[in-house]
């Protein structure tokens, strides 16, 4: 049961640098959600994409981008990075009904520091 | 805006006793729902329990159940016969339930509380 992977676990750096954070998920979900989560903030989220072809800004979207590649594969772009992006980034999905009660799963999370 | 607040920074609790986590929410939404994380040290975060909003009877799952009092806004997380591996953080979220589309009723978080517990 792979749920919802995510790589790299770990990345260093330097200000300036880009990257991209890669997401996928094994369970069929429609919605893909980014957050950032950092110490004494709990999680904030950063973009996510209801379906396929679609994405959206969450709460602090400035600095990133998204590209909903497929319906299993989610990325977060940072074009160039701050220090004030270092946080641990987690990667979540969902399916979505009108109830809206389906749990959110995440995956184990990147943890990246920006020199 | 909606809002979740946890109080408790950090607990502590004897082995095989109950313990609280509390969790208060703020909302004028009629239709929203409830979810309670646990977050191990090893950094994933793990659904434990979910409540609705028009749910008649308080959640229950396993050792894990909540305390919804939905007048006062607060949706507190029980652990019963707490285990040494009960010692995490938890996370209180909230869910919007958005009729007819939309957005997709994102999750907000609380900052979360750290329980430790003592063998």
């Known amino acids: 049961n792979a749920g919802v992977t995510q790589t790299p676990k770990f990345q260093v750096l330097k200000t300036g640098q880009s990257m991209t954070l890669q997401c996928a998920q094994d369970?069929?979900?429609?919605?893909m959600y980014w957050y950032r989560q950092d110490p004494g903030m709990g999680l904030r989220l950063i973009y996510y994409?209801?379906?396929?072809?679609?994405?959206d800004k969450g709460e602090v979207p400035n600095g990133y981008n998204v590209s909903r590649l497929n319906k299993r594969e989610f990325s977060l772009r940072l074009e160039s990075a701050a220090p004030s992006q270092t946080s641990v980034y987690f990667c979540?999905?969902?399916?979505?009904?009108?109830?809206?009660?389906?749990?959110?799963?995440f995956g184990d999370g990147t943890r990246l520091s920006i020199l | 805006a909606q809002k979740i607040t946890q109080t408790q920074p950090g607990m502590f609790v004897q082995e095989k006793e109950a313990v609280t986590l509390d969790c208060t929410y703020d909302?004028?939404?009629?239709?929203?729902?409830l979810f309670w994380y646990k977050q191990p040290s090893s950094g994933e975060m793990i659904f434990l329990i979910y409540?609705?909003?028009?749910?008649?009877q308080n959640a229950t799952e396993g050792r894990y159940s909540l305390n919804f009092q939905k007048a006062r806004k607060s949706a507190n997380l029980v652990i019963s016969a707490s285990q040494l591996g009960d010692s995490a953080m938890y996370f209180c979220?909230?869910?919007?339930?958005?009729?007819?589309?939309?957005?997709?009723?994102?999750?907000?978080f609380g900052k979360g509380t750290k329980l430790s517990v003592k063998p």
């Open positions: 979540a999905s969902s399916e979505y009904d009108s109830l809206n009660n389906q749990p959110q799963h």
């Open positions: 369970m069929n979900h429609n919605s």
């Open positions: 994409s209801a379906s396929e072809g679609t994405t």
């Open positions: 909302t004028s939404d009629p239709s929203y729902g």
């Open positions: 409540q609705g909003s028009y749910d008649q």
């Open positions: 979220a909230m869910r919007e339930v958005i009729q007819g589309g939309g957005s997709q009723g994102n999750l907000i």
